[in-house]
Protein backbone atom coordinates (compact mmCIF):
# COMPACT_ATOMS: atom_id res chain seq x y z
CA UNK A 1 0.00 0.00 0.00
CA UNK A 2 1.00 3.45 -0.57
CA UNK A 3 2.48 5.26 2.54
CA UNK A 4 0.57 7.87 4.16
CA UNK A 5 3.22 9.52 5.81
CA UNK A 6 4.97 12.13 3.56
CA UNK A 7 9.05 12.76 3.92
CA UNK A 8 9.09 16.30 6.08
CA UNK A 9 12.33 18.31 7.00
CA UNK A 10 12.58 18.22 10.74
CA UNK A 11 13.76 21.78 11.38
CA UNK A 12 15.23 22.41 14.67
CA UNK A 13 15.64 25.97 14.75
CA UNK A 14 12.93 26.83 16.39
CA UNK A 15 12.86 24.15 19.11
CA UNK A 16 13.15 25.11 22.50
CA UNK A 17 16.58 24.25 23.97
CA UNK A 18 19.56 26.10 25.66
CA UNK A 19 20.77 28.96 23.65
CA UNK A 20 24.38 27.89 22.82
CA UNK A 21 21.98 25.23 20.74
CA UNK A 22 19.89 27.46 19.65
CA UNK A 23 23.59 29.35 17.84
CA UNK A 24 24.50 26.15 16.53
CA UNK A 25 21.73 25.85 14.27
CA UNK A 26 21.49 28.97 13.23
CA UNK A 27 24.98 29.30 12.00
CA UNK A 28 24.59 26.31 10.08
CA UNK A 29 21.68 27.30 8.45
CA UNK A 30 23.64 30.97 7.24
CA UNK A 31 26.53 28.98 6.38
CA UNK A 32 24.85 26.80 4.29
CA UNK A 33 21.40 28.33 3.24
CA UNK A 34 19.79 25.21 1.95
CA UNK A 35 17.09 25.37 -0.28
CA UNK A 36 14.89 21.40 -0.65
CA UNK A 37 13.11 20.71 -3.28
CA UNK A 38 10.81 17.33 -3.22
CA UNK A 39 10.37 15.05 -6.03
CA UNK A 40 7.26 12.58 -5.83
CA UNK A 41 7.75 9.18 -6.84
CA UNK A 42 5.03 6.01 -7.02
CA UNK A 43 5.95 3.66 -4.81
CA UNK A 44 3.80 1.00 -2.91
CA UNK A 45 4.98 -1.65 -0.61
CA UNK A 46 2.90 -5.18 1.06
CA UNK A 47 3.97 -3.45 4.64
CA UNK A 48 1.20 -2.26 6.73
CA UNK A 49 1.51 0.92 8.88
CA UNK A 50 3.73 1.67 10.90
CA UNK A 51 5.99 0.66 7.93
CA UNK A 52 7.00 4.20 6.72
CA UNK A 53 7.32 4.17 2.57
CA UNK A 54 9.42 7.32 1.28
CA UNK A 55 7.82 8.73 -1.25
CA UNK A 56 9.80 11.39 -2.37
CA UNK A 57 13.28 12.45 -2.03
CA UNK A 58 14.77 15.29 -1.25
CA UNK A 59 17.90 17.10 -2.67
CA UNK A 60 20.18 19.84 -0.97
CA UNK A 61 20.62 22.69 -3.47
CA UNK A 62 22.22 26.11 -3.23
CA UNK A 63 24.78 28.34 -4.59
CA UNK A 64 27.33 28.13 -2.05
CA UNK A 65 30.13 26.05 -3.66
CA UNK A 66 32.55 23.57 -1.59
CA UNK A 67 31.80 21.13 0.40
CA UNK A 68 29.18 20.37 2.94
CA UNK A 69 27.97 18.04 5.41
CA UNK A 70 24.84 17.71 5.26
CA UNK A 71 24.31 14.72 2.29
CA UNK A 72 20.59 13.34 0.78
CA UNK A 73 20.59 9.97 -0.10
CA UNK A 74 21.06 11.34 -3.97
CA UNK A 75 24.83 11.84 -3.28
CA UNK A 76 25.57 8.58 -3.42
CA UNK A 77 24.07 7.46 -6.63
CA UNK A 78 26.37 10.17 -8.70
CA UNK A 79 27.01 9.46 -12.33
CA UNK A 80 25.89 5.72 -11.81
CA UNK A 81 22.27 7.09 -10.89
CA UNK A 82 19.69 5.37 -13.51
CA UNK A 83 17.67 8.07 -15.98
CA UNK A 84 14.73 9.80 -14.43
CA UNK A 85 11.56 10.34 -16.29
CA UNK A 86 11.79 13.58 -16.62
CA UNK A 87 8.20 14.04 -16.48
CA UNK A 88 8.53 13.45 -13.20
CA UNK A 89 11.74 15.16 -11.93
CA UNK A 90 12.55 18.27 -13.20
CA UNK A 91 15.79 20.06 -11.72
CA UNK A 92 18.24 21.82 -12.10
CA UNK A 93 22.10 20.42 -11.67
CA UNK A 94 23.82 23.65 -11.98
CA UNK A 95 24.95 25.16 -8.73
CA UNK A 96 24.95 22.27 -6.79
CA UNK A 97 26.12 22.71 -3.24
CA UNK A 98 26.68 19.17 -2.18
CA UNK A 99 29.44 17.90 -3.97
CA UNK A 100 31.90 18.96 -6.96
CA UNK A 101 32.18 15.81 -9.20
CA UNK A 102 36.03 16.07 -7.96
CA UNK A 103 35.02 15.39 -4.27
CA UNK A 104 34.16 12.89 -2.55
CA UNK A 105 32.20 9.93 -3.87
CA UNK A 106 30.63 6.38 -2.92
CA UNK A 107 32.64 3.25 -4.48
CA UNK A 108 29.56 0.83 -4.13
CA UNK A 109 26.37 1.15 -6.10
CA UNK A 110 22.89 1.97 -4.88
CA UNK A 111 19.90 -0.48 -5.30
CA UNK A 112 17.97 2.00 -7.30
CA UNK A 113 14.48 0.26 -6.53
CA UNK A 114 15.31 -0.81 -2.98
CA UNK A 115 16.25 3.15 -2.54
CA UNK A 116 12.48 4.08 -3.46
CA UNK A 117 11.47 3.11 0.11
CA UNK A 118 12.73 2.98 3.25
CA UNK A 119 11.34 0.42 6.50
CA UNK A 120 10.18 0.66 9.85
CA UNK A 121 9.48 -2.09 11.53
CA UNK A 122 6.08 -2.96 13.31
CA UNK A 123 7.27 -5.38 15.69
CA UNK A 124 7.78 -2.42 18.23
CA UNK A 125 5.94 0.17 19.53
CA UNK A 126 5.32 3.64 17.69
CA UNK A 127 6.65 6.58 19.09
CA UNK A 128 6.65 9.69 17.37
CA UNK A 129 9.80 11.29 17.99
CA UNK A 130 11.34 7.61 16.88
CA UNK A 131 10.04 8.22 13.53
CA UNK A 132 10.93 11.68 13.00
CA UNK A 133 14.47 11.89 14.08
CA UNK A 134 14.65 8.45 12.31
CA UNK A 135 13.38 10.74 9.29
CA UNK A 136 15.97 12.98 9.73
CA UNK A 137 19.02 10.45 10.17
CA UNK A 138 18.20 8.52 7.37
CA UNK A 139 19.50 11.85 4.61
CA UNK A 140 22.00 13.83 7.44
CA UNK A 141 24.38 13.41 9.13
CA UNK A 142 22.90 13.76 12.75
CA UNK A 143 23.77 13.92 16.16
CA UNK A 144 20.95 12.84 17.95
CA UNK A 145 20.74 13.40 21.95
CA UNK A 146 17.97 11.26 23.47
CA UNK A 147 18.17 10.08 27.24
CA UNK A 148 19.01 7.18 28.34
CA UNK A 149 15.92 4.53 27.83
CA UNK A 150 14.24 6.46 25.21
CA UNK A 151 15.55 4.24 21.81
CA UNK A 152 18.41 5.66 20.89
CA UNK A 153 19.27 2.24 20.26
CA UNK A 154 16.19 1.12 17.61
CA UNK A 155 17.03 4.51 15.85
CA UNK A 156 20.34 3.02 15.10
CA UNK A 157 18.95 -0.06 14.30
CA UNK A 158 16.68 1.34 11.58
CA UNK A 159 19.02 3.81 9.76
CA UNK A 160 21.51 0.95 9.53
CA UNK A 161 19.14 -1.48 8.48
CA UNK A 162 17.40 0.90 5.34
CA UNK A 163 21.66 1.55 4.63
CA UNK A 164 22.05 -2.48 4.27
CA UNK A 165 19.09 -2.08 2.12
CA UNK A 166 19.88 0.48 -0.30
CA UNK A 167 23.73 -0.33 -0.66
CA UNK A 168 24.09 -4.39 -1.18
CA UNK A 169 27.81 -4.29 -0.97
CA UNK A 170 28.19 -1.26 1.52
CA UNK A 171 29.98 -1.69 4.78
CA UNK A 172 27.95 -0.61 8.02
CA UNK A 173 29.48 0.09 10.64
CA UNK A 174 28.86 1.01 14.80
CA UNK A 175 31.04 2.17 17.04
CA UNK A 176 30.92 2.04 21.07
CA UNK A 177 33.41 2.40 23.53
CA UNK A 178 31.79 -0.43 25.93
CA UNK A 179 30.88 -3.92 25.38
CA UNK A 180 27.44 -3.47 27.00
CA UNK A 181 26.84 -1.00 24.10
CA UNK A 182 27.83 -3.17 21.40
CA UNK A 183 25.98 -6.14 22.34
CA UNK A 184 22.77 -3.99 23.04
CA UNK A 185 23.27 -2.87 19.17
CA UNK A 186 23.71 -6.42 18.28
CA UNK A 187 20.36 -7.76 19.47
CA UNK A 188 18.47 -4.45 17.84
CA UNK A 189 19.83 -5.25 14.30
CA UNK A 190 18.84 -8.62 14.93
CA UNK A 191 15.72 -9.06 16.27
CA UNK A 192 14.31 -5.81 15.88
CA UNK A 193 15.12 -5.05 12.06
CA UNK A 194 15.93 -8.27 10.86
CA UNK A 195 20.01 -7.50 9.48
CA UNK A 196 21.22 -11.16 8.89
CA UNK A 197 23.46 -12.76 11.26
CA UNK A 198 25.79 -14.22 8.98
CA UNK A 199 26.53 -10.85 7.26
CA UNK A 200 27.81 -9.14 11.14
CA UNK A 201 30.87 -9.47 12.98
CA UNK A 202 31.73 -8.62 16.28
CA UNK A 203 35.37 -7.11 16.59
CA UNK A 204 37.28 -5.80 19.45
CA UNK A 205 40.89 -5.34 20.05
CA UNK A 206 41.25 -8.82 20.91
CA UNK A 207 40.68 -10.50 17.27
CA UNK A 208 44.29 -10.58 15.46
CA UNK A 209 44.71 -7.78 12.53
CA UNK A 210 45.03 -10.43 10.10
CA UNK A 211 41.57 -12.19 10.66
CA UNK A 212 40.23 -8.54 10.97
CA UNK A 213 41.17 -7.86 7.57
CA UNK A 214 39.49 -11.02 6.27
CA UNK A 215 36.63 -9.67 8.23
CA UNK A 216 36.45 -6.42 6.67
CA UNK A 217 36.35 -8.31 3.21
CA UNK A 218 34.04 -11.12 3.94
CA UNK A 219 30.97 -9.46 6.31
CA UNK A 220 29.47 -6.47 5.86
CA UNK A 221 27.84 -5.19 8.72
CA UNK A 222 30.23 -4.25 11.80
CA UNK A 223 30.36 -3.91 15.22
CA UNK A 224 33.94 -2.01 16.70
CA UNK A 225 35.30 -0.24 19.42
CA UNK A 226 36.80 3.44 18.33
CA UNK A 227 40.40 2.04 18.71
CA UNK A 228 39.91 -0.89 16.15
CA UNK A 229 38.18 1.82 13.72
CA UNK A 230 40.80 4.26 13.59
CA UNK A 231 43.55 1.65 13.66
CA UNK A 232 41.76 -0.61 10.70
CA UNK A 233 41.48 2.60 8.49
CA UNK A 234 44.83 4.07 9.21
CA UNK A 235 46.33 0.37 7.95
CA UNK A 236 44.37 0.32 5.49
CA UNK A 237 42.57 -2.76 6.31
CA UNK A 238 38.98 -1.69 7.08
CA UNK A 239 37.76 -1.16 3.42
CA UNK A 240 37.11 2.59 3.82
CA UNK A 241 35.46 3.53 0.41
CA UNK A 242 32.82 1.11 0.70
CA UNK A 243 31.99 2.03 4.07
CA UNK A 244 28.03 3.91 3.82
CA UNK A 245 27.30 4.65 6.96
CA UNK A 246 29.04 5.32 10.47
CA UNK A 247 27.11 4.77 13.82
CA UNK A 248 28.60 6.37 16.93
CA UNK A 249 27.57 5.68 20.13
CA UNK A 250 28.99 7.86 23.03
CA UNK A 251 29.18 10.62 20.45
CA UNK A 252 30.08 12.97 23.63
CA UNK A 253 33.71 11.37 23.79
CA UNK A 254 34.69 12.95 20.29
CA UNK A 255 36.91 15.62 21.73
CA UNK A 256 40.51 16.25 20.40
CA UNK A 257 42.61 13.18 19.48
CA UNK A 258 39.98 10.58 20.70
CA UNK A 259 39.49 7.64 18.16
CA UNK A 260 36.53 8.40 17.00
CA UNK A 261 38.57 12.19 16.03
CA UNK A 262 40.85 10.91 14.26
CA UNK A 263 38.62 7.70 12.55
CA UNK A 264 36.47 10.96 10.81
CA UNK A 265 39.85 13.02 9.68
CA UNK A 266 41.06 9.68 8.29
CA UNK A 267 37.90 9.08 6.39
CA UNK A 268 37.40 12.68 4.89
CA UNK A 269 41.65 12.41 3.88
CA UNK A 270 40.82 9.25 1.77
CA UNK A 271 37.92 10.71 0.85
CA UNK A 272 34.37 9.01 1.71
CA UNK A 273 31.54 9.40 1.38
CA UNK A 274 29.21 7.95 3.64
CA UNK A 275 26.20 9.05 6.63
CA UNK A 276 27.24 9.61 9.68
CA UNK A 277 24.99 9.26 12.74
CA UNK A 278 26.00 9.96 15.69
CA UNK A 279 24.22 8.97 19.45
CA UNK A 280 24.58 10.49 23.35
CA UNK A 281 22.42 11.28 26.22
CA UNK A 282 24.84 14.12 27.54
CA UNK A 283 25.91 16.26 24.98
CA UNK A 284 27.38 18.98 27.14
CA UNK A 285 25.69 21.99 28.38
CA UNK A 286 27.78 24.49 26.81
CA UNK A 287 27.60 25.99 23.12
CA UNK A 288 31.41 25.07 22.49
CA UNK A 289 31.11 21.64 23.53
CA UNK A 290 28.59 20.90 21.76
CA UNK A 291 29.96 22.63 18.79
CA UNK A 292 32.66 20.87 19.35
CA UNK A 293 31.11 17.32 18.75
CA UNK A 294 29.22 18.24 15.02
CA UNK A 295 32.38 19.45 13.55
CA UNK A 296 34.42 16.67 14.85
CA UNK A 297 31.86 14.70 13.56
CA UNK A 298 31.00 16.21 10.67
CA UNK A 299 27.22 16.59 11.65
CA UNK A 300 24.88 19.12 9.86
CA UNK A 301 21.65 17.67 12.02
CA UNK A 302 20.92 18.56 15.56
CA UNK A 303 17.55 16.26 17.25
CA UNK A 304 17.24 16.80 20.95
CA UNK A 305 14.76 15.85 22.96
CA UNK A 306 14.80 15.69 26.78
CA UNK A 307 12.34 14.02 29.62
CA UNK A 308 9.98 16.92 29.55
CA UNK A 309 9.76 17.33 25.52
CA UNK A 310 5.68 17.23 25.20
CA UNK A 311 6.77 13.80 22.44
CA UNK A 312 8.93 12.06 25.24
CA UNK A 313 6.57 12.38 28.54
CA UNK A 314 4.43 9.67 27.72
CA UNK A 315 7.72 7.18 28.01
CA UNK A 316 9.37 8.61 31.02
CA UNK A 317 8.79 7.00 34.49
CA UNK A 318 8.08 9.34 37.18
CA UNK A 319 11.19 10.04 39.34
CA UNK A 320 12.31 11.78 42.22
CA UNK A 321 15.53 13.08 42.93
CA UNK A 322 17.28 13.17 46.37
CA UNK A 323 20.89 13.96 46.78
CA UNK A 324 22.68 12.45 49.84
CA UNK A 325 25.78 13.45 50.82
CA UNK A 326 28.18 11.12 53.00
CA UNK A 327 31.01 12.33 54.42
CA UNK A 328 34.49 10.96 54.03
CA UNK A 329 35.88 8.42 56.62
CA UNK A 330 38.86 9.73 58.94
CA UNK A 331 41.08 7.24 57.04
CA UNK A 332 40.37 8.94 53.65
CA UNK A 333 40.53 12.49 55.11
CA UNK A 334 44.15 11.58 56.80
CA UNK A 335 45.03 10.32 53.59
CA UNK A 336 43.85 13.32 51.23
CA UNK A 337 45.39 15.72 53.65
CA UNK A 338 48.82 13.91 52.80
CA UNK A 339 48.46 13.48 49.28
CA UNK A 340 47.72 18.00 49.32
CA UNK A 341 51.05 17.99 50.82
CA UNK A 342 52.85 15.86 47.59
CA UNK A 343 50.37 18.53 45.58
CA UNK A 344 51.80 21.94 46.95
CA UNK A 345 55.24 22.40 45.41
CA UNK A 346 54.34 21.33 42.17
CA UNK A 347 51.66 23.98 42.43
CA UNK A 348 53.84 26.10 43.41
CA UNK A 349 56.29 25.66 40.80
CA UNK A 350 53.75 26.44 37.91
CA UNK A 351 52.41 29.63 39.51
CA UNK A 352 55.09 31.13 40.06
CA UNK A 353 55.62 30.90 36.14
CA UNK A 354 52.49 31.95 36.17
CA UNK A 355 51.22 29.05 34.62
CA UNK A 356 48.07 28.32 36.07
CA UNK A 357 45.18 29.69 36.08
CA UNK A 358 43.65 27.89 39.07
CA UNK A 359 46.33 28.56 42.00
CA UNK A 360 44.15 27.39 44.43
CA UNK A 361 45.84 23.45 45.15
CA UNK A 362 42.73 22.71 47.41
CA UNK A 363 40.56 23.17 44.73
CA UNK A 364 42.69 22.22 41.27
CA UNK A 365 40.99 19.91 38.97
CA UNK A 366 41.80 18.24 36.37
CA UNK A 367 39.87 20.04 33.78
CA UNK A 368 41.73 22.77 35.16
CA UNK A 369 45.66 21.69 34.90
CA UNK A 370 44.24 20.10 31.52
CA UNK A 371 43.48 23.73 30.26
CA UNK A 372 46.09 25.19 31.54
CA UNK A 373 49.24 22.73 30.33
CA UNK A 374 47.26 22.88 26.91
CA UNK A 375 47.24 27.04 26.74
CA UNK A 376 50.79 26.37 27.78
CA UNK A 377 51.89 24.01 24.70
CA UNK A 378 50.23 26.85 22.45
CA UNK A 379 52.19 29.80 23.65
CA UNK A 380 54.63 29.26 25.91
CA UNK A 381 56.31 32.07 28.01
CA UNK A 382 58.81 33.91 26.29
CA UNK A 383 61.50 34.29 29.11
CA UNK A 384 61.42 30.80 29.88
CA UNK A 385 64.16 28.43 28.06
CA UNK A 386 63.08 25.95 26.24
CA UNK A 387 65.41 23.63 27.86
CA UNK A 388 63.07 23.46 30.93
CA UNK A 389 59.68 22.38 28.65
CA UNK A 390 60.32 18.94 29.45
CA UNK A 391 60.33 20.16 33.78
CA UNK A 392 56.99 22.03 33.05
CA UNK A 393 55.59 18.65 31.19
CA UNK A 394 56.29 16.56 34.24
CA UNK A 395 55.03 19.11 36.75
CA UNK A 396 51.65 19.43 34.81
CA UNK A 397 51.52 15.23 33.94
CA UNK A 398 52.30 14.59 37.87
CA UNK A 399 49.44 17.18 38.78
CA UNK A 400 46.94 15.83 36.56
CA UNK A 401 47.95 12.02 37.73
CA UNK A 402 47.76 13.02 41.42
CA UNK A 403 44.08 15.06 40.96
CA UNK A 404 42.38 12.02 39.62
CA UNK A 405 44.06 10.30 42.72
CA UNK A 406 42.53 12.32 45.02
CA UNK A 407 39.04 12.60 42.83
CA UNK A 408 38.68 8.50 43.04
CA UNK A 409 39.70 9.08 46.71
CA UNK A 410 36.70 11.30 47.58
CA UNK A 411 34.14 9.79 44.71
CA UNK A 412 34.85 5.82 45.02
CA UNK A 413 37.22 5.39 47.95
CA UNK A 414 40.39 4.53 49.19
CA UNK A 415 41.28 1.32 47.26
CA UNK A 416 40.39 2.59 43.59
CA UNK A 417 42.90 5.70 44.48
CA UNK A 418 45.58 2.76 45.66
CA UNK A 419 45.03 0.61 42.48
CA UNK A 420 45.90 3.67 40.38
CA UNK A 421 48.74 5.10 42.73
CA UNK A 422 50.12 1.69 42.65
CA UNK A 423 50.21 1.16 39.01
CA UNK A 424 51.39 4.73 38.36
CA UNK A 425 54.44 4.92 40.71
CA UNK A 426 55.60 1.30 38.86
CA UNK A 427 57.24 3.01 35.41
CA UNK A 428 56.93 5.94 33.45
CA UNK A 429 57.19 9.51 33.87
CA UNK A 430 55.33 9.84 37.46
CA UNK A 431 56.98 7.05 38.78
CA UNK A 432 60.21 9.09 37.86
CA UNK A 433 59.21 12.53 39.08
CA UNK A 434 58.03 10.76 42.29
CA UNK A 435 61.30 8.68 42.75
CA UNK A 436 62.81 10.87 45.51
CA UNK A 437 59.60 12.51 46.53
CA UNK A 438 58.65 10.96 50.84
CA UNK A 439 55.50 12.55 50.78
CA UNK A 440 53.90 10.28 47.61
CA UNK A 441 55.50 7.20 49.77
CA UNK A 442 53.45 8.32 53.30
CA UNK A 443 50.37 7.92 51.20
CA UNK A 444 50.53 5.20 49.70
CA UNK A 445 51.45 3.37 53.60
CA UNK A 446 48.38 5.00 54.71
CA UNK A 447 46.34 3.86 52.12
CA UNK A 448 48.06 0.03 52.60
CA UNK A 449 47.44 0.21 56.29
CA UNK A 450 43.40 1.54 56.21
CA UNK A 451 43.33 -1.64 53.24
CA UNK A 452 44.48 -4.29 56.14
CA UNK A 453 41.77 -2.94 57.97
CA UNK A 454 39.33 -3.46 55.16
CA UNK A 455 39.14 0.47 54.08
CA UNK A 456 35.04 0.83 54.90
CA UNK A 457 33.79 2.66 52.13
CA UNK A 458 30.91 5.33 53.91
CA UNK A 459 29.09 5.72 50.47
CA UNK A 460 28.88 2.14 49.64
CA UNK A 461 28.12 1.41 54.00
CA UNK A 462 24.86 4.43 53.01
CA UNK A 463 23.80 2.66 49.56
CA UNK A 464 23.09 -0.41 51.86
CA UNK A 465 21.47 1.20 54.24
CA UNK A 466 18.96 2.96 51.46
CA UNK A 467 18.72 -0.56 49.94
CA UNK A 468 17.50 -2.72 52.97
CA UNK A 469 15.38 0.56 53.65
CA UNK A 470 13.46 0.38 50.47
CA UNK A 471 12.83 -3.40 50.30
CA UNK A 472 11.17 -3.19 53.72
CA UNK A 473 8.62 -0.81 52.77
CA UNK A 474 8.45 -2.26 48.91
CA UNK A 475 7.73 -5.98 47.72
CA UNK A 476 10.87 -7.56 46.44
CA UNK A 477 9.10 -9.29 43.91
CA UNK A 478 7.48 -6.03 41.94
CA UNK A 479 10.29 -3.97 43.00
CA UNK A 480 13.85 -3.84 41.02
CA UNK A 481 16.66 -1.64 41.94
CA UNK A 482 19.53 -0.02 39.11
CA UNK A 483 22.54 1.07 40.75
CA UNK A 484 24.65 2.91 38.76
CA UNK A 485 28.90 3.72 38.71
CA UNK A 486 31.17 5.78 36.47
CA UNK A 487 34.01 3.78 37.67
CA UNK A 488 33.99 0.42 36.33
CA UNK A 489 36.43 -0.62 39.92
CA UNK A 490 33.88 0.63 42.04
CA UNK A 491 31.70 -2.09 40.81
CA UNK A 492 33.50 -4.98 42.07
Not at 140 to 155: E, H, M, Q, R
Amino acid sequence: MTSTVPFQLIDDDEFDWEAAVREIDVACETANNPSFTTINQASSSNFTPPVNILNNSSYYSSTKTGTCKQSTLDKFIGKARPPVNPAVEVRNHQGNGIINSDERTCCVEIDAEAAKTWIYPVNVPLREYQLAITKTALFTNTLVALPTGLGKTLIAAVVMYNYFRWFPDGKIVFAAPSRPLVMQQIEACHNIVGIPQEWTIDMTGQVCPTKRACFWKSKRVFFVTPQVLEKDIQSGTCLAKHLVCLVIDEAHRASGNYSYCVAIRELLAIPVQLRILALTATPGSKQPAVQQIIDNLQISALEYRNESDPDVIPYVHDRKIELIEVALGKEAVDINKQLVEVIRPYVARLSTLGLLQNRDYQTLSPPDLLNSRDKFRRAPPLDLPQNRYGEIEACFGGLITLSHIRKLLSSHGIRPAYEMLEEKLKQGPFARLMSKNEDIWKVKLLMQQSLSHGAPSPKLSKMVEVLVDHFKTKDPQNSRVIIFSNFRGSVR
